[in-house]
């Protein structure tokens, strides 16, 4: 990471990042910029600098914010017409740490609306473009943070994943991303997909990129009680592997996954034996409904987070109302995409009486099934290899006509995030049309050191 000190200005660091924002403006990978305000701080973070004065971990680091962060520097949008002019009247903690250590937000990424999706194409504001391949999506949810670092405009940028937001748009555009155990980072100030798997995390160039900014958004947040004690700072013995044995899991190593996937997976594998590890296959035939789980689990979520968009206490409210209902119906109708009102009917359907026994219970009840087998596997390995998405990046339009299509993308990382699980995504290889395709590496809960420094072992072997 480069960042700001004697020789380094804090200002040349924002201005070069702002002027490469410009240079790939076509990308789309911001829906707004923070170009007066992020001057302003990188001015007072060299002025501080000049007078000898203690500076931040992040110092004048310029960063991608995902738009769903709320943070009191411009509007936060969640890509969604329903907050397309939302001045935040609070900061995410998250960003506030950052921000104590002289973190400096250059912009806002784009994302799908409210997260929801696999490709950006969901964002009100237009889809982000692959940092690769133009005519390619950058992936989602958070497509406009991985892209924005792919391109190198940001060293970092944040993302937060419910089902996969952070790891497949990181293996799309080939950079490092982590979605930590569950409380890990505190979600006070972020926008609300799925409160039981929504996690905040990053994306960066380097295993070790990733490790700072983790380290300094990790802890115990009194606004978020789900959150845990910091241990990314603490527990430093659990970073190490015990075992030295890396489980394949079989069942996304066949059908319906691409070759190139497959043979990325194996190469990695490869690699892995050669730096000491033990590598075998392991069959966990759970793995097959965590889809189903998830996407019973994760809308019924949606359906209850979503409802506070009433049209009554902040965001849109539709111009030609008549009476109570309108105010609700038609504010709902214009403020969310089609794919927000696809989960909120799916969710409110498998809550309804009559139907939660036979789909949200039966979604729960295997939810648990799939954590005892997590569990069992890590008796047994220090971690689980994966891919993270079963192809590279596809193009525009070419799931948007079936959602089905687009849900299948989601089928390697939606286990991890329903057992609250890290899993970090590491970039593994290229396809031989130089698409970057990425590895996945999950572990037990707060085991996310530790798959960072195997992921960086395996970086450095030839
Ligand atoms: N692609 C997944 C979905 O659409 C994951 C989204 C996310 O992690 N925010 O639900």
Same mark, same amino acid.
């Given at each position: 990471?480069?960042?700001?000190?004697? !020789?380094?200005?804090?200002?040349?660091?924002? /201005?070069?990042?702002?002027?490469?924002?410009?240079?790939?403006?076509?990308? *789309?990978?911001?829906?707004?910029?923070?170009?007066?305000?992020?001057?302003?701080?990188?001015?007072?973070?060299?002025?501080? $600098?000049?007078?000898?004065?203690?500076?931040?971990?992040?110092?004048?680091?310029?960063?991608?914010?995902?738009?769903?962060?709320?943070?009191?520097?411009? #509007?936060?949008?969640?890509?969604?017409?329903?907050?397309? !002019?939302?001045?935040?009247?609070?900061?995410?903690?998250?960003?506030?740490?950052?921000?104590?250590?002289?973190?400096?937000?250059?912009?806002?990424?784009?994302?799908?609306?409210?997260? *929801?999706?696999?490709?950006?194409?969901?964002?009100?504001?237009?889809?982000? *473009?692959?940092?690769?391949?133009?005519?390619?999506?950058?992936?989602?949810?958070?497509?406009?943070?991985?892209?924005?670092?792919?391109?190198?405009?940001?060293?970092?940028?944040?993302?937060?994943?419910?089902?996969?937001?952070?790891?497949? =748009?990181?293996?799309? !555009?080939?950079?490092?991303?982590?979605?930590?155990?569950?409380?890990?980072?505190?979600?006070?100030?972020?926008?609300?997909?799925?409160?039981?798997?929504?996690?905040?995390?990053?994306?960066?160039?380097?295993?070790?990129?990733?490790?700072?900014?983790?380290? $300094?958004?990790?802890?115990?947040?009194?606004?978020?009680?789900?959150?845990?004690?910091?241990?990314?700072?603490?527990?430093?013995?659990?970073?190490?592997?015990?075992?030295?044995?890396?489980?394949?899991?079989?069942?996304?190593?066949?059908?319906?996954?691409?070759?190139?996937? #497959?043979?990325?997976?194996?190469?990695?594998? &490869?690699?892995?034996?050669?730096?000491?590890?033990?590598?075998?296959?392991?069959?966990?035939?759970?793995?097959?409904?965590?889809?189903?789980?998830?996407?019973?689990?994760?809308?019924?979520? #949606?359906?209850?987070?979503?409802?506070?968009?009433?049209?009554?206490?902040?965001? *849109?409210? &539709?111009?030609?109302?008549?009476?109570?209902?309108?105010?609700?119906?038609?504010?709902?109708?214009?403020?969310?995409?089609?794919?927000?009102? /696809?989960?909120?009917?799916?969710?409110?359907?498998?809550?309804?009486?009559?139907?939660?026994?036979?789909?949200?219970?039966? @979604?729960?009840?295997? /939810?648990?099934?799939?954590?005892?087998?997590?569990?069992? @596997?890590?008796?047994?390995?220090?971690?689980?290899?994966?891919? #993270?998405?079963?192809?590279?990046?596809?193009?525009?339009?070419?799931?948007?006509?079936?959602?089905?299509?687009?849900?299948?993308?989601?089928?390697?990382?939606?286990? =991890?995030?329903?057992?609250?699980?890290?899993?970090? @995504?590491?970039?593994?290889?290229?396809?031989?049309?130089?698409?970057?395709?990425?590895?996945?590496?999950?572990?037990? /809960?707060?085991?996310?050191?530790?798959?960072?420094?195997?992921?960086?072992? $395996?970086?450095?072997?030839?």
């Amino acid at each position: 990471m480069k960042i700001a000190d004697k !020789n380094t200005k804090a200002v040349d660091l924002v /201005r070069e990042a702002l002027e490469k924002a410009k240079e790939f403006e076509d990308y *789309h990978c911001f829906i707004s910029m923070n170009e007066a305000r992020a001057l302003e701080r990188a001015k007072a973070i060299d002025e501080k $600098i000049t007078r000898g004065e203690k500076v931040g971990r992040l110092a004048g680091v310029p960063y991608a914010l995902k738009d769903n962060y709320l943070s009191r520097e411009g #509007v936060t949008t969640a890509a969604a017409r329903m907050l397309d !002019n939302f001045p935040s009247p609070i900061t995410a903690t998250a960003v506030a740490k950052l921000e104590a250590e002289g973190a400096i937000m250059i912009g806002r990424a784009n994302l799908d609306a409210y997260a *929801h999706g696999s490709s950006t194409e969901n964002s009100y504001f237009g889809p982000s *473009h692959n940092a690769v391949d133009f005519e390619r999506v950058p992936g989602g949810s958070s497509g406009g943070s991985a892209s924005a670092v792919a391109l190198g405009i940001v060293q970092f940028a944040l993302g937060s994943d419910t089902g996969g937001s952070i790891r497949q =748009p990181a293996s799309y !555009n080939g950079v490092w991303g982590m979605k930590p155990t569950y409380g890990t980072v505190s979600r006070y100030g972020v926008v609300a997909m799925a409160s039981s798997t929504d996690v905040m995390g990053c994306f960066a160039n380097t295993a070790d990129d990733v490790d700072l900014v983790m380290s $300094i958004m990790a802890g115990k947040d009194p606004k978020d009680s789900t959150t845990l004690d910091d241990f990314w700072n603490k527990e430093l013995e659990d970073a190490k592997p015990k075992k030295k044995k890396i489980g394949i899991i079989k069942d996304f190593m066949g059908d319906g996954v691409n070759p190139e996937v #497959v043979n990325t997976v194996k190469d990695y594998a &490869a690699k892995m034996k050669k730096a000491g590890f033990e590598v075998e296959e392991i069959e966990m035939p759970i793995m097959k409904y965590g889809l189903a789980i998830y996407y019973i689990v994760q809308p019924a979520e #949606v359906a209850s987070n979503l409802s506070r968009y009433d049209g009554v206490r902040y965001g *849109h409210r &539709a111009a030609e109302i008549t009476d109570l209902d309108s105010v609700y119906s038609k504010t709902r109708d214009e403020g969310f995409m089609p794919e927000n009102k /696809r989960r909120i009917m799916i969710g409110n359907f498998v809550l309804s009486s009559g139907f939660f026994d036979a789909y949200y219970l039966k @979604a729960q009840k295997a /939810r648990t099934l799939l954590i005892n087998a997590y569990n069992e @596997a890590f008796e047994k390995y220090d971690a689980l290899l994966c891919a #993270v998405a079963p192809a590279p990046a596809f193009k525009f339009g070419e799931k948007t006509n079936d959602p089905l299509q687009m849900y299948m993308e989601d089928v390697m990382s939606v286990p =991890p995030s329903m057992a609250g699980l890290p899993a970090l @995504a590491a970039p593994a290889g290229k396809s031989k049309d130089g698409l970057p395709i990425g590895i996945q590496l999950v572990g037990p /809960r707060k085991s996310d050191q530790m798959l960072l420094n195997i992921a960086k072992t $395996i970086a450095e072997v030839k």
